[in-house]
RNA sequence: GUGGGCGUAGUGUAGUGGUUAACACGUCAGGUUGUGGCCCUGAAGAUCGAGGGUUCGAUCCCCUCCGCUCACCCCA
């Protein structure tokens, strides 16, 4: 057994898988760019504060799946949970604000969450994330949704729904807040254990519960969109417009107002979303959002609203995987040099260094095998010619040239760059 | 943190209370004179997850631990 593996919650993506993770990553460097949302790259830690402030003490995150450090100077950091509040971090620091707004900003990386894994969850994780900053219009929170249906697309995954809520701001949440507690005050024995504990805490997370007991009660509870101000209202009136205007281009974008959305952050204001496959079994979200409209202040900066989502890129790689959404594409070199004695090893090496040099894909077969040994490793390579360099050739100063994906003629070419190259490339 | 399932070569699997633990794929080598794919032959590769117990004897039975996995919680 080896002794040391990949830590609990974390894997290795070996070569063969990169494809699956180029085809994701460039699509999401593609859309980005389409919607004009630029790249952010923030540290992979930050002071632990931020997180405590910006995502909420009271969320699962802080409290209990953050990794957590003191550095050698004393200072207490954390591996980023999740990817907005670094990049309001950033915002704040760099006086984007005087940029003009909204700053549009996407990210790709890793996020660490100290949980027990499952299907879909990691303790390394890979988030697609893009976040609009200093722009409160609903216009805004609907661009931010079609950007994560339009990437889904993008990748041909198929039959995501979305659901789609809004649950106030400041100034309307007490009061639905207040309403929510009362109606649970009268079913408190009829709920499970952990929502007792949520009544206080985090009762907006009481609808979110799954278990099947509490179920009924959450759909019957207070709605917020009923407790919603004027301006949420309007907000949410406008989202919801907007978001039917996408019809006409998606014409499967059949969200659902759930009720019961609430998210987990503790940011979030106004609009949240999620998407979901299409057997959404338990815990699969490929994406969720919303808008933050506090959370700048809550860290230090001027008011500032901002809207966002997180896409998890390591289910978004096994959906595109189910779904055969794409097939990787063939790859192999273009050419491996078989080379027979020490003088053909001398010349295969400086030609290859020739080759390569000159844009094209080029393996030396390993030294001190047979010919047959060769000509195998080079088929198995899956190389497009073998280069054959022995006595004869040296000779005659003319390699072999045998394409080995095709059933085409063997032929003769000299032994230099520049005619190898022309010859490789194809005439 | 709480439950269920599972731990046998690199990978995927078989197997039995008793001698050298099997098969496929993969790897390496060979199939006469310098030529791949298919085929054939051979080799290397496993302290049968770890520790303890039952037994004359355990990979197999029992316990503990560890690991993987699925689910709950929650999230991406």
Redesign the pocket.
């Known amino acids: ?1 080896p002794s040391f ?5 974390t ?1 290795d993506i070996l070569p063969d898988e990169q494809p699956y993770w180029s085809f994701a990553l460039k699509t999401a460097a593609e859309t980005a760019k389409r919607f004009g949302y630029g790249r952010i790259d923030t540290p992979m830690f930050e002071p632990t504060d931020l997180f405590e402030r910006g995502v909420g003490d009271a ?3 802080v409290q209990k799946e953050m990794y957590t450090f003191e550095d050698h100077g004393g200072d207490s950091l954390t591996l980023r949970p ?1 990817g907005t509040a670094g990049v309001c971090r950033a915002y704040i620091e760099h006086g984007l604000h005087n940029q003009p707004q909204p700053v549009r900003m996407h990210y790709i990386g890793p996020y660490f ?1 100290y ?8 303790r390394q ?1 890979r ?1 697609f994330g893009v976040e609009a900053i200093g722009d409160g219009s609903p216009n805004v929170d609907v661009e931010v949704i079609e950007l994560g249906w339009s990437y889904i697309r993008s990748l041909n995954i198929n039959g995501t729904s979305l659901r789609i809520n809004s649950i106030g701001d400041s100034e309307c949440r007490p009061a639905y807040l207040d309403a929510l507690r009362e109606y649970y005050r009268g079913h408190i024995d009829e709920v499970c254990d ?1 929502d007792r504990q ?1 009544f206080e805490s985090a009762p907006l ?1 009481l609808l ?4 099947t007991q509490c179920q009924g009660i959450g759909d019957a509870a207070p709605k917020s969109t009923d407790f919603l101000c004027d301006a949420c209202d309007a907000h949410w009136a406008s989202v919801i417009a907007l978001l039917d205007g996408l019809k006409d281009t998606y014409p499967d974008l059949d969200y659902s107002i759930d009720h019961r959305l ?4 503790d940011y979030y204001t106004r609009t949240v979303f ?1 998407i979901e496959p299409e057997n959404a ?9 919303g808008r933050y409209d506090g959370l700048i202040e809550e860290i230090g900066g001027p008011p500032t609203p901002g809207i966002g ?4 890129l ?2 978004i790689i096994s959906e595109v995987k189910s779904r055969e959404g794409f097939v990787p594409p063939e790859s192999g070199p273009d050419v491996v040099i ?1 080379h ?1 004695g020490d003088e053909a090893g001398l010349r295969a090496s400086a030609l290859a260094a020739g080759l390569r040099d000159d844009g094209l894909g080029v393996l030396v077969a ?1 030294v ?6 060769q ?6 390579m899956n190389a497009r010619y ?1 280069l ?6 040296i000779e005659s100063a003319e390699g ?1 040239l ?6 085409g003629e ?1 032929e003769a070419v000299a032994l230099n760059v520049q005619a190898l190259a022309k010859a490789l490339r194809g005439d």
């Open positions: 057994m593996r990949a830590p609990r919650g894997y969320t699962d995150i999740e969450r949980e027990r894994p499952q299907a879909g969850r990691f994780l988030q952990d949520r997370r979110d519960c799954k278990r609430v998210r987990g952050l999620e079994a338990g815990q699969s979200t490929l994406l969720g959002g989502f997180a896409l998890g390591d289910r078989v027979l390993p001190g095998r047979s010919m047959r040994a000509m195998r490793y080079s088929n198995s073998a054959i360099i022995g006595d004869r050739e072999a045998r394409p080995l994906r095709d059933n063997q």
